[in-house]
């Protein structure tokens, strides 16, 4: 930032009004309002210049004070030095790495979350560091999501590789999110499946999919015809997390079939719709290149089976 250069080369900062200087070099430096026209900052930046001639010593006290505070916190120097443990905090908070050991090393939490492996999916759940969930490997869904008990489901369908801290990110923010019925974390894909990794590393409430499923016929309850309920029927949240890779997926077409089928003609106003109600009106989720990337792949989708 052009502040570090100014304190550091010893003058009197004159900057706009920014959150982040205000917090860290307060009444050190002169602020201008940036939103004024060009004549009223010129104008605002001139009174300060005259200030500064006018009171030198004021002027070199404001510098010092702005200089000891980069020096003792903003310095490359002092953030090198607290790059490692800010590193390892970092693989903490974001689970890369578990916060604390188990109680006892002879027993084991009770699972949140129960992971079905569909049509042979492949998954390395060795290197997650949230021990709070279980597999079920079934090419039943209806059975399998019928007999789940925990809390959260996964359904996966395919090759993947997750990330350490996939299933510790989407568990927590279900537990600190009890509103939430479905997170999605990012993902992406080594074959070119755009948009379509992000909808399938979802976690959702048990009893919200075991409603989503209830009155469908067995043979209908695919991985597919799950996402198209999911993104008919709830309101998606998103995180910045990349948590995922596919691999390869599942070598048959895509087939969307009756009762989920969406309507044979669905105009654009229906997709502007969807991003509206899955973001909240555009603001509950804060990352809309999520939402974009996964409304890509309801279009190519829909334009698949000449749904327009």
């Keep these: 930032m052009r502040i570090f250069e100014i304190v550091a080369a010893g003058a009197v900062a004159i900057c706009g009004e920014h959150p982040f200087i205000r917090q860290w070099f307060g009444d050190t430096v002169l602020y201008v309002n940036p939103a004024q026209n ?3 900052l010129a104008a605002e930046i001139d009174d300060h210049l005259g200030w500064i001639c006018s009171h030198p010593r004021q002027a070199r006290e404001m510098v010092s004070a702005a200089q000891a505070i980069f020096n003792q916190h903003l310095c490359l120097e002092k953030l090198l030095a607290d790059l490692v443990p800010e590193h390892q905090n970092l693989l903490v908070k974001k689970y890369f790495l578990p916060a604390h050991a188990a109680t006892s090393p002879t027993t084991s939490p009770a699972p949140l979350a129960t992971i079905i492996l569909n049509q042979g999916a492949e998954l390395d759940l060795t290197t997650q560091t949230d021990p709070r969930i279980q597999i079920i490997k079934s090419s039943t869904l209806s059975i399998a999501i019928a007999q789940t008990i ?4 996964a359904i996966f369908a395919g090759t993947w590789q997750l990330f350490p801290n996939h299933f510790a990110i989407q568990i ?3 537990e600190e999110h009890p509103e939430a019925d479905i ?5 992406n894909s080594i074959q070119g499946h755009e948009g379509l990794p992000l909808l ?6 048990t009893h919200t999919l075991q409603n989503l499923t209830a009155a469908l016929p067995p043979e209908l309850i695919t991985p597919e015809q799950i996402l198209q309920a999911i993104a008919q029927n709830l309101s998606l949240q998103f995180t910045y997390d ?6 390869g997926s599942v070598d048959r077409p895509i087939a969307l079939r009756p009762p989920l089928l969406l309507p044979e003609r669905l105009p654009n106003s229906r997709l502007r719709n969807l991003y509206l109600r ?15 990337r996964m409304l890509i792949a309801l279009r190519d989708l829909l334009s698949n089976h000449n749904i327009t």
């Design 172 to 174: 927590n923010y279900l």
């Design 200 to 205: 399938q590393t979802y976690l959702i409430r």
């Design 242 to 247: 990349l948590t995922a890779q596919l691999h």
């Design 38 to 40: 060009g004549q009223d």
């Design 150 to 153: 925990t809390p959260y489901t």
């Design 278 to 292: 899955l973001s909240g009106g555009g603001a509950s989720n804060s990352n809309p290149n999520a939402i974009a």
């Design 183 to 187: 997170i999605c974390s990012d993902a």
